[in-house]
Each structure stands twice: as structure tokens, then as C-alpha cells.
């Protein structure tokens, strides 16, 4: 034992804390090393312990005593008369108390003897002992209470604490070198104990210990110390699995972390092989945050199966999310959203993703019934933005209206939804609350503010224009995150009537607007207001033409939707009207036709739906496109037939605008165009013609490159064109 | 009143500088100021074994603040062994923050036991005061050394400049103007006036005068209230006004009551900063203390154990010569924190005042 704590205190003042080791003072009796004496050794050994053990017939001690003394003075043999009655009944009783633990009463009695006699010295093994025990037990206080400094100065202090017989302050101080970022001495510490101490479970809950205070690599400095069981087994055999948990546990929550595919199979074999959720759980968190989500799924459905509860639904509704199934994922998600936080944020997320997803997707009903509830209670205010944007992208603007109002009771100040609610507004033509609106976010957000002023309008859409075509679709934001700054000052008056055909929502049941789409509502989307654009298209004040082909490749007229002329549902004189507004469509009579649609919409019900429709359809043949907007709201539309309209009013918006020379107002309406839905070649080229005509050359280039590399001749003509009026605008 | 508060500010920093510090203590009478008889009996109910002070009224708890007054009392009982004692388990339990200060709180059915590491500065100031006291009288260089250390740590983390003032922060952690806006929130009743002089030796780089004159200022300025008394915790922002610090009880109370007893234990009798204290408790009270709400100037709960009593006793005698009533003579120990105001004021009545006994 003296052998030991000799061998502790040089690697102390050697190896664990080197830069203190000049301060280290050794417990007076104690020499560095074994056998030679110090200089100033006390003339006489003393004995005052060896006897009280003695007395105590503690013979484990007594030995250990006995060595130790040996071990400092070789030319010392114990004393005859050790068994014999103690000379100082007053020192014995000091040290009684000190084998209790009694530190304060030990104190207390040294001070006491040192007031009555002022000569009396205590013996220095006692002050020492005394010391250590105090120090001990300041360290583990200051230990359990995060002060590491003062742990590493007691150790500093009484390094003769440092021992294999105190497993748990060499831990202590291990961890306090590790929270100091002294790694290396913590190292040192962990590596002197796997060197020196030898009882078993002390080795093992060493290596636990130093688990998460020791990086993966020192880790596995340590894990080398392992030495063979009685069994001839490797010692740390139980944890190597709860090494390799800690290595996938870490790198699951850091994905900059990657682990062996050695660890991962091991632990999936463990996974399999077991019964509990807790390893799948964790292989599915690691294998979803390195982009597996697919691998990923599988693991948290085996957690799932067995009963992984709350996490694993979790990891389960996230991973089918990233995989683009949050349909599939939705009902568990929705199932599971009370469990926890997190559970009701998975579901919270799964319905935005679905219903920011562009194009929007085909939702049931119970999705939306189900969700604005959850919304409701929780005052969500992206769910409330998101079933906004849902509403504004299939053309439910008065919806949408409403649920962005709702989103910004709950947050006034919330950007995105002020900005959804200022484009719905701008979709309605309502100038007065636009600008009202705009009022409130000046100085705040340019967006918004943008809306109304074309000046900085001009700028931001500048600053946008850069990789607009492979533009990410980022989830909830991205609906709102584009700069897509409607025209301003291009607005007709806002008309009356087609508020007045509305109830605004209550914001406790907005969702009743919402349908379910018809299946067999699946119109084609052509643009059927393309051929109104072409004739002037091209832009004028140039000296040399510009192609004006792409114009061709627009679809001829859009045939009467089938859904009209096949409803069983037209009767009456609403239906006779509507019938007949269609027949002067066919005859190209738009303007004729709108007062029989506009008769038909007063009966209401699926009569007024189609009408609306047709009035729509008619103001936009004769490029009305603002009457066709108002139209188009005067009686609710199916998502999938508003979303339709919505996509030719912004369409035929464009053409109208490139064809006023509003080049950035037409880069707006194709930008919104392209939020519903995938952007056909000809607006692609309409929109290369904007950038052109902006002479924002490096965007137009791409888009006719783009369009050019998938074999459309206009677009090489683009390109010509470009190269032209470049070498043009050097010369100017 | 410019002129009284720095009469006396003129007497401490005579006291600081006077008769080379620590030495001059060690001059003293060596006569004991707390009757042993009744230390005997302070300690039997408050002092555990392990040298744990334990306060009675607040759960049994232990804090930095009591372990100073059992070693003060324990130093002016001139009892060596049960000044160890406490000391032992003040170093072994509390002394382990960082900074070198103590941690305040300590409770025995808490595991760990220290359930706050903040620190309190009247705690550590009572610490290193009596260990300066009992290194000096008892020539053990332990001490002194222990002293010192805290008081250098006192002075580079509680003891901080506030404008024109030098403030005494009551705690590491919460109370700075940075932590607060209408900080620093101080408490008056930390600044023990007689501990400064030989904080001043033992730690020299902080101005301990400096912070003394400070602490009679702001006694001056924080008589709020109808009844002009100093608030127990109050809001002193470097500029602006002293006023009641927020989020803490509008009262003269429990904190506040000894600030008297600290001055005349420091050797400040002025009238002035004392008038509140003479009006209230002597005038209007019968001599008996009381919780006082500021914004109103009512008494909200008098105090009339005989610990507080105590207090106004002294005074009487301090600013009126007063002789201290009978009943006030013998000690009998009856809750921690009167029962110690108790002693310490016997003990400058003893050592300033006989002619009241």
C-alpha cells in the first residue's frame, strides 16, 4: 500500500497535474519517494496512529500503518509496548473521534488542548489525516456543487486523497479536469486508475465514467487498459455495447458525427436480437439524421411495434415526412400529437408540409377538420399562416383572408402571415386595406412594403432574381419567404359587389370553407387566356426584332370546362341562364355572356359556382383580368377549379403586363403562377423575355440556356438575341 | 447633514487607519465581551456538534451569515475550541466556491447540503472578520490567512464601483447593474461597519474606507418612507434616485433592524442616520423594533422578543443614556437570529457602554 501511494503521488506531481506540482505539498511524513527520509524529517517516528489502531485491535490498519512507516524509515520496527495502555488518554480520545468522523469534535479538541497548554503540538500524522479527511469531503461538496477549481485545489492540497481506496475523488477530479478542458489530465487521471486500482467493478464503472467526460479517441485510449476476468474474458465486455449506444447516441444527435458501419451492423444485430424499443429507437434517430430516412422508418416502426411510445411515433412520423409521405403519416402523427411536445410539433409540421406542399396536394377533409381544432387551441400561429397560404394557393382568398387574420390576432406581428394577408388582399384588389396594411409594417418589411412601392420593388426583385429557377421549396416558409411584390398603383378600384357575396369566416371555424376536391375535377390546366397576349407582345423601341414564337406553342382556346357541361346538378332558371352563357362563350360574345352568368350566379348553389366560373372565364377572353378576378370569388370554387382560375388570371396578368412594358408587375404574376403549380416552357419564356427587357442579361441567359438545352429553338433565338444586345451595349 | 455623516465617516477612517490594523486588535482587552456563561447557553441550542450554526426559524437551515456570527460570538466569548469547531465545518461545507467566498445556504434535509452556491457578503464579511480577529488575539497565522483570502475575494467580486459610490453587491450572482436594470439592488444591513478597518488591512487593494462612506451615504439617502427608515433591500442605481428595489418586500424588517447595532458597534453614533431608528422604536414604539412598511410608514409586526428589545435598549443608552432595564440583564436563548442580536449588542455594551449596565 505505502508502495502505491508513493508511486500515486509521483505520478500526482508527475503525470496528473503537472503545472501545480511545484505547489504540492506532501502531508508532513510523507516522502516522495519510499525509503530515503526528508531533510527535515521529525527526529522521532511517530506512532500516535500505529497505537490507536492498536488499541482499536484494527489489525488491517495497523498493518497498513506499520508498512507505511517501514516504508518511510527502513531503519524503524514497531514499538514492543504497541498493545500496551496509551500514554495520552486525551490523544486517544482525539483520535476516537477522528475514526468516527467526528472532524469538527477533533478540531475543537486540538484547540481546546492548544488554549490550555500552548505548547502542546497535535502529532502531524493526526493533523495530517485530519486534513485529508476534511479535504475529501470539501472536495465532494464542491464536487456536487460545480465548483472545479476547488476540486482540483484540494486534490492539489492532499494528494494523498488520490488513491485506489478512493476511487470516487479520483472520478470527481477526472471530471473536474474535464470541465475545466483539461481533457489530457482527465485522460491522465482515468488512465493511472485502469493502471493502478484492480477491484473489478471500480475498473468497469470507471470506463462509465469516463464515458462522458472523455472524447470517442481518448475513450479509446482507456478502453486498451482492459485486462482479462478470472474467466479469461475481456473486462469490459459488458459495456461494449453501451460504448457503441454512447458512439451512434452522440452521432444521432450531432449528424456531423458518423459512426463504423461495424458499429451500426453490431447494433442492429443487438436491435433485432432484442426486445425493446430503446436500440431501434436510437438507430432510427442516428440513421434519420444522416439521411437514411428511409432506413430510418423501418427502425422506428420496429420501436413503434414495441411499444416505443411517444419517441418512436415521433421518429416514425418525421422520417415518413422527409420521405414526402406526411399523407401517410398524418393519422399517426394526429394520433400521437398529445404524447409530448415534440409529438404534437411532428403534427403540427406534417400538416404545414402538406399544406404549403407545392402544387398543393389533394387533402381529405378529416385533415383539415382535424387540424384547425389543434391550431385553434394552441394559437398556432404557423399552422394558422399555413392553412392561410393552403386557402390563398387554391384560390380560397376570402379563406385565406380569414386565417391569416386569425394568425395575426394571435401575433400581430408575425411577418409571414401580414405578408400573406397583404397578397391576399392585392389578389382581391382591395387597395384601401392593402395600403392600410402596408401602413403598419413601413420600415419593417420591405416585402410588404414593397407591395405598394415600386421603387423598392424594383430593387428587391433585383436583389431576388438570382437562382430563381432552381428555387428550393422549403417547406412552411417557402410559401411566404419569396419576394413577389405585386404590382402597385395597378390597381382598379376595388368593386363592392364581390364582398358583398361573402360572409367574412369566423375565425373559430374557418375551415368549413374547405372541400374536399372532386375527383373528377381534373381539368387540365390550360391556359386558355394565352392567345389574347401575343399581338403585342413584343416589345416595342427596338431596332431589331424580338422572337415572339413562343407565343405559339400556347394551346388554342380553352374548350368549355366538362365539368360545366356535364353537371346533372344545372336546373331552372339559374341553369337555363347558365346554359345559355356558355353558348355565347362559344360564340365568342364574352361580354353577352357575362349578364347570363351573372343571372345564373343568383341561384346559387353548384349553378352559381359555374357561373362565377364562366363570368370569370368571360372577362378574361376580353382581358379584364381584374372583373375576371372579382368573378372568380363571387361564388366559392372547388380548390381544384379556383386553383385553375387563379393560375390563368395570373398567367393572363402576365402577358397583359409584358405586354405594358411592366416587365417586373409580369415577373410577379409568374412568380405567383410558379407557386401553384410547375412553370410550362411558354412562361418560362415569358419570363426570360422579362429579365431581357429588365436587361438583367445573366438571368435571361440561364432561363434560355435552361429551356435552349432541352431542344426549344425560341430559346436559342433568346440566346442569340442576348449575345446581340450585349456587343449593342458595349458599343454604347 | 453633510456635516454629521462626515464626522462620523471621519471617525472610521481614524479607526481604519489608526494604531497599525490588525496589531491594534490584538491590543485590545483581552476580556471577553460575550459572558461565557451565556455563550455556553447560545451555543447548546444553536451550534450542532459538527460546528453547524442552525437556525431555528427558518427550517433548521444553516448559512454563511450564521456560521460568522457563531465565530464572532465564539471569538468574543474567547472560546478557541468552539470557534474550530464552527470554523471546521464552515470550511469543510461552505468554503468550496471557486472565487474563494463561501456558499450561503446550507440545509441538512438537501442532498447535496448546499442547495444555493451563491454567495452573501455580509456572510463572508462576518467570516473574515472574526477569523482576523481570532489569527490576531490567538496568534494563529491559519486564521489570518484564512482571512485574508476571503477578504481579497471580497474585494475583486462584491465590491464594486457604482457611479460615485463603491457598493457592497449582496451576492455573487443577481444583484449588479448589469443583471438588473434598476440595479444595483443593495442591502444596507451587509455593510458591517466595523469589519472594514481590518478588511482594510488584510486586503488593501480595495478601499474599505471608501466603501464605508458609501455605506453611510446611502443611510442617509434610503430613510424612505413616513417613517424614514432604510428599506431591507433597496434599488440604488448609480444615477437616479435610492428606491424600493422590486420583486423584494416593501419593509424595514428583519434585515434592516441591525443596522444600528452595527454603527454603534463600529463606533458610529450619528443622531442623524440614527433618528428613523430613535423616533420609531424608542418614541413611537416603547422601545420595541417592528417590521415597518415603507410605502405606508404602519408598524406590520412588532418585535418583542428580547433579542430585538435588545436593540432598542442600545440605542437608548447610545443616543440617550439610557440605563439597559432589568429585564434585559440575563440572556435566555430563544430563536437564532434575536438571541445572536442579543450577544452582540451585550458585547458593546460591555466594551463601549458600561455605564448603561
Known sequence: MSLKRAALLLLLGGAVIPAIAQQVQLPVGE????????????????????????????????????????????????????????????????????????????????????????????????????????????????????????????????????????????????????????????????????????????????????????????????????????????????????????????????????????????????????????????????????????????????????????????????????????????????????????????????????????????????????????????????????????????????????WFQTALSWDPNDEPSSYGLALTYWRLNDAARLNALVQTWRGRSERIVALVDPQLRATLEARNLQGRIDRTTDPLVAAALRVTPPPAGGFAPAPAAPQAGFQPIPAQAPTQQFQPVPTQAAAGRQPILVQTAPAQSAPAGRSYAQPTSYRESAPAPAPRPRAASGSGSVRGGGAAALSRGWRLMELNRPIEAVSAFDEAIKSGGRVAEEAAYGKSLAYMRKGMTNQAQVAAVEAPQSPRRAMQLTADLLAQRAFEFYKDQRYVEALISLDELARIGPEQQDHMMLRGWCYYNLRDYRSAERIFRALAAQGNTDAMNGVSEIEFARRLYKRE | ????????????????????????????????????????????????????????????????????????????????????????????????????????????????????????????????????????????????????????????????????????????????????????????????????????????????????????????????????????????????????????????GYNSLRISLYLLRAGIADPQILEGFRRNWLVENGGVPAVVDIPSGRVVTPLTEPGYRMLGALLACALEGTAIPQELRRFEPTLYYPSTLFLLSWAVLVEKYPRCL
Not at chain 1, 481546546?112 to 495530517?128: I, M, N
Not at chain 2, 494604531?19 to 491590543?27: D, H, I, M, N, R
Request: charged letters at 25%; proline letters at 7%; hydrophobic letters at 45%.
Open chain 2, 1 to 252: 447633514m453633510r456635516r454629521v455623516v462626515r464626522a462620523a465617516l471621519l471617525a472610521l477612517a481614524v479607526f481604519a487607519g489608526g494604531a497599525g490594523g490588525v496589531l491594534s486588535l490584538k491590543a485590545q482587552p483581552m476580556a471577553n465581551t460575550v459572558p461565557m456563561e451565556a455563550w455556553n447557553a447560545y451555543r447548546d441550542r444553536f451550534v450542532a456538534e459538527n460546528g453547524r450554526v442552525v437556525d431555528t426559524a427558518n427550517g433548521d437551515i444553516s448559512h454563511s451569515e450564521g456560521q460568522g456570527y457563531g465565530m464572532l460570538l465564539a471569538f468574543l466569548a474567547g472560546d478557541r475550541s468552539n470557534f474550530e469547531r464552527i470554523w471546521s465545518f464552515t470550511r469543510t461545507e461552505l468554503m468550496i466556491r471557486d472565487d474563494g467566498l463561501a456558499a450561503w445556504r446550507w440545509d441538512p434535509n438537501a442532498t447535496p447540503h448546499v442547495t444555493d452556491v451563491n454567495a452573501a457578503s455580509d456572510g463572508d464579511i462576518l467570516i473574515s472578520y472574526a477569523l482576523a480577529r481570532a489569527g490576531a488575539a490567538w496568534n494563529n497565522p491559519a486564521y489570518t490567512d484564512a482571512a485574508r483570502k476571503i477578504a481579497r475575494a471580497l474585494g475583486a467580486k462584491l465590491v464594486v464601483k457604482s457611479g460615485d459610490r463603491l457598493v457592497l453587491l449582496p451576492g455573487v450572482m443577481g444583484f449588479s447593474a448589469e443583471e438588473r436594470k434598476d440595479g444595483p439592488i443593495l442591502n444596507l444591513s451587509y455593510w458591517i461597519f466595523e469589519a472594514f478597518p481590518v478588511l482594510a488591512q488584510l486586503a488593501p487593494e480595495t478601499d474599505w474606507v471608501k466603501l464605508g462612506t458609501s455605506g453611510l451615504d446611502l443611510l442617509t439617502v434610503a430613510r424612505l418612507g413616513p417613517a424614514q427608515l432604510p428599506p431591507d433591500w433597496i434599488a440604488a442605481p448609480a444615477r437616479g434616485p435610492v428606491s424600493l428595489a422590486e420583486g423584494f418586500p416593501p419593509v424595514f
Open chain 1, 31 to 402: 516522502a516522495p519517494t519510499a525509503g530515503t527520509p526528508p531533510a527535515d524529517a521529525r527526529p522521532k517516528v511517530d506512532e500516535s496512529a500505529l497505537r490507536y489502531f492498536a488499541s482499536q485491535g484494527d489489525t488491517r490498519r495497523l498493518e497498513a500503518e506499520i508498512a507505511r512507516l517501514r516504508a518511510l524509515y527502513p531503519d524503524w520496527s514497531p514499538p514492543a509496548d504497541l498493545f500496551g495502555p496509551q500514554t495520552d488518554p486525551d490523544l486517544e480520545r482525539m483520535w476516537t473521534l477522528y475514526a468516527e468522523g467526528k472532524l469538527s469534535d477533533v478540531r475543537s479538541a486540538i484547540a481546546a488542548r492548544q488554549a490550555a497548554d500552548a505548547s502542546w503540538q497535535p502529532p502531524a500524522e493526526l493533523v495530517a489525516r485530519l486534513a485529508e479527511s476534511e479535504n475529501r469531503r470539501r472536495l465532494i461538496n464542491a464536487s456536487d456543487a460545480q465548483q472545479w477549481s476547488t476540486v482540483l485545489r484540494m486534490a492539489t492540497e492532499t494528494p494523498a486523497i488520490l488513491t485506489c481506496a478512493n476511487v470516487d475523488i479520483l472520478w470527481r477530479v477526472a471530471e473536474a479536469f474535464g470541465k475545466t478542458d483539461q481533457l489530457q489530465r482527465a485522460l491522465d487521471v482515468f488512465t493511472y486508475l485502469l493502471t493502478t486500482c484492480s477491484d473489478a467493478a471500480e475498473r468497469l464503472a470507471t470506463i462509465q465514467k469516463a464515458m462522458p467526460v472523455l472524447n470517442d479517441e481518448q475513450l479509446k485510449q482507456l478502453l486498451a487498459l482492459e485486462r482479462k476476468d478470472a474467466q479469461g474474458q475481456p473486462e469490459f465486455a459488458p459495456i461494449r455495447d453501451e460504448l457503441i449506444r454512447r458512439r451512434i447516441g452522440r452521432a444521432a444527435e450531432n449528424p456531423e458525427y458518423v459512426v463504423s458501419a461495424d458499429d451500426i451492423s453490431r447494433l442492429e444485430t443487438v436491435a433485432r436480437g432484442g426486445d425493446t424499443p430503446g436500440d431501434p429507437l436510437l438507430l432510427g434517430w442516428y440513421l434519420f439524421r444522416h439521411d437514411e430516412a428511409s432506413r430510418a422508418l423501418d427502425w422506428f416502426k420496429l420501436a413503434l411495434d414495441r411499444k416505443g411510445g411517444a419517441k418512436a411515433a415521433e421518429g416514425y412520423v418525421l422520417a415518413l415526412n422527409s420521405l414526402g409521405r406526411a399523407l401517410e403519416a398524418e393519422p399517426i402523427a394526429f394520433e400521437w400529437r398529445d404524447a409530448a411536445p415534440e409529438n404534437n410539433k411532428a403534427y403540427l409540421d406534417v400538416v404545414i408540409s402538406l399544406l404549403t406542399a407545392a402544387p398543393p396536394p389533394v387533402l381529405g377533409e378529416t385533415v383539415l377538420t382535424r387540424f384547425s381544432p389543434v391550431v385553434m387551441r394552441d394559437r398556432y400561429v404557423p399552422g394558422a399562416q399555413a392553412l392561410g397560404w393552403y386557402a390563398f394557393n387554391t384560390g380560397q382568398l376570402v379563406v385565406a383572408q380569414a
